[in-house]
């Protein structure tokens, strides 16, 4: 049931938004240095846009109505706070490797238990200076790398999506002792990076 509704989800709204956006923004004649905010970038192949734009949205749910934000659960991720919860060395190297620029990550959570479908989802987006820094973060930086323990697989699954892209399951039991699952799509578009996580019983 998980499997199906992160399939449905990546195939259907989010990708099309994703990739329609950035491709457009592409093709825009904008230069770099009328964005504000913008850093400098090493190639001719970036997207400047706002990373909160490529969030997952309510509007994105069969029925809005059946997720919320948990209280501070929509929120930036600085590279200092990359770098606090790896530690100074490894996140350091992180931030270097992968020219991070800034994260941004929002956590819906069912509004039902018995909710069909996934309970949570986690959908983050990283800007970087360039496609070579965005890759990094899903071939050097997966979850499965950063958290060897942790009981990610790497599955062997074709989605011929972005430039680079990786598909991890978990399993674990909850405290009445039901099976629950994990899927996580990481993939890299141009200079940006997205982790997609959706978490719910195996039934």
């Keep these: 049931m998980v499997e199906t509704y992160l399939k449905r989800f990546i195939e259907m709204v989010f990708m099309n938004r994703l990739l329609q956006g950035f491709l457009a923004f592409c093709l825009l004649t ?4 009328a964005c504000s905010n913008a850093p400098s970038y ?6 400047t846009d706002d990373p909160r734009d490529y969030l997952l949205k309510p509007v994105d749910f069969d029925a809005a109505d059946n997720f919320y934000i948990p209280e501070n659960d929509a929120f930036v991720i600085l ?4 770098i606090g919860s790896l530690g100074k060395e ?19 959570q069912a509004n039902k238990e018995d909710q ?3 309970q949570v989802y986690l959908s983050t987006i990283t800007q970087h200076q360039s496609a070579k820094g965005a890759q990094a973060a899903v071939e050097k930086y997966n979850s499965a790398a950063l958290y060897p323990d942790g009981g990610w697989i790497v599955e062997d699954v074709d989605l011929n ?6 598909v991890e399951t978990g399993a674990t039991e909850d405290s009445q ?6 899927y996580r ?10 982790d997609i996580l959706v978490y719910g019983l195996e039934k």
């Excluded at 590279?79 to 990359?82: G, K």
């Excluded at 002792?177 to 994990?182: C, N």
């Design 30 to 33: 904008v230069s770099i240095s």
């Design 42 to 47: 090493k190639d001719g192949k970036i997207i």
């Design 79 to 82: 590279n200092e706070m990359a």
């Design 90 to 108: 490894k996140g350091e190297a992180l931030v270097a490797d992968q020219e991070r620029v800034v994260g941004w990550r929002v956590h819906y």
């Design 116 to 118: 069909d479908g996934p």
């Design 161 to 166: 999506m972005g430039d680079k892209y990786l």
């Design 177 to 182: 002792g039901r099976r629950a699952v994990t």
């Design 185 to 194: 799509i990481e993939f890299a578009y141009r200079n940006s990076s997205s």
